[in-house]
């Protein structure tokens, strides 16, 4: 009977430990919700993020921003600048060293 008290609050804790989402960070930008979902900065070119976000709910696929030249390349490799109310501004001006 003793040996099973560690199993069954093992099992217990198992059962009420909640695992949390990883929160995005979201910004009420130019009457848009952006979200990013997940980024990481490139380590050979720090001016590049690939970053996947989320405009008023609607999730984009993952894209390399490039804030030195302000385009981004989307997943066809295909370039495009930033646009009037684009991601890419919020992204590249959230990371801006002061």
């Not at 590049?48 to 989307?74: I, L, M, T």
Request: net charge positive.
């Amino acid at each position: 009977m003793r040996k099973y008290v560690p199993l069954a609050l093992l099992l217990i804790l198992i059962n009420t430990v909640v695992f949390s989402a990883f929160p995005s960070v979201c910004r009420n930008y130019n009457d848009h919700i952006i979200c990013i979902l997940s980024i990481n900065r490139s380590a050979k070119n720090y001016w590049e993020y690939r970053a996947s976000v989320s405009v008023d709910g609607v999730k984009n696929p993952n894209e390399v921003y490039n804030c030195r030249e302000r385009v981004k390349v989307k997943r066809d490799r295909t370039v495009v600048s930033f646009g009037q109310n684009d991601p890419g501004e919020l992204i590249c001006s959230f990371f801006k060293k002061s």
